[in-house]
């Protein structure tokens, strides 16, 4: 019966339009960002999808269980989830709330908190895509080695460059204590550096030289700066 068959079609039209929309609301194709669902309740977290793809996340939360929660995502740092890269607090019984975070390659752990105290329970997830260091790393254009020793830096005397190049500066400690390499732009505000490194090791640092003019570089530990430890060098 045709009049019974377009009506029923005409249903079917209906559901449809209210299921399209949601579904546009829960991926966001057009930065590649995805949504996924976290439910937590007094003794679970369930995190609906653990291997994701780098970039923009929404961790969408819903409490299902009798306490306020709250949920962190946790970076490695030195072999242990500890590091706070995003969360999400005061999520009362029976209510959802977003969590957007963007997420370089790697592990992580989700951990949601029914009453917000301790670690919480954690899900392992798994990040593919470039990771953070590895990204900056591949940046840069070339490297200059420098050497510290008490009290001076080498391997700057004869160095320039040229405006917006990204040099990876590696110090080598050769002294007998820790040793810093900050480096400043024309205009005296600090352009980066690499953090302190302890005696027989190496750090490095990729800086962008962006202005040309003269940088001055220093060690900024003690008063190393005042028994030697710094230097100038130009960017054309
Ligand atoms: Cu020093």
């Not at 439910?39 to 970039?55: F, Q």
């Not at 961790?59 to 706070?84: L, M, P, Q, R, S």
């Not at 490194?197 to 962006?210: D, F, R």
Request: net charge negative; proline share 3%; charged share 25%.
């Amino acid at each position: 019966m045709p009049s019974s068959r377009s009506l029923v079609l005409a249903g079917a039209a209906l559901l449809a339009l209210p299921l399209l929309a949601s579904c546009s609301d829960t991926t966001d194709s057009a930065s590649g960002g995805s949504k996924v669902a976290i439910n937590a309740t007094d003794t679970a977290c369930e995190v609906a999808k653990t291997e994701l793809k780098a970039g923009e996340i929404t961790f969408a939360v819903t409490n299902k269980g009798g306490k306020a929660t709250e949920v962190y995502v946790y970076g490695e740092h030195d072999g242990a989830y500890t590091k706070v890269v995003s969360e999400v607090e005061n999520i009362g019984p029976s209510t959802s709330r977003d969590m957007e975070v963007k997420l370089a390659g790697g592990t992580y752990e989700i951990a949601c908190k029914p009453g917000q105290t301790g670690d919480g329970i954690r899900t392992k997830i798994t990040v593919e895509g470039a990771k953070a260091d590895e990204e900056a790393e591949a940046a840069y254009d070339r490297e200059v080695e420098v050497e510290a020793e008490n009290f001076k830096l080498t391997g700057l005397e004869n160095f320039t460059a040229k405006a917006g190049e990204k040099i990876e500066f590696k110090l080598e400690n050769k002294g007998t204590e820790e040793h810093e390499l900050e480096i400043f732009g024309p205009d005296g505000k600090e352009a980066g550096e690499v953090s302190p490194v302890k005696p027989g090791a190496t750090g490095e640092a990729v800086i962008t030289l962006t202005k040309p003019g003269t940088y001055t570089y220093k060690c900024g530990i003690d008063n190393h700066a005042d028994q030697g430890m710094k230097g100038s060098f130009t960017v054309n």
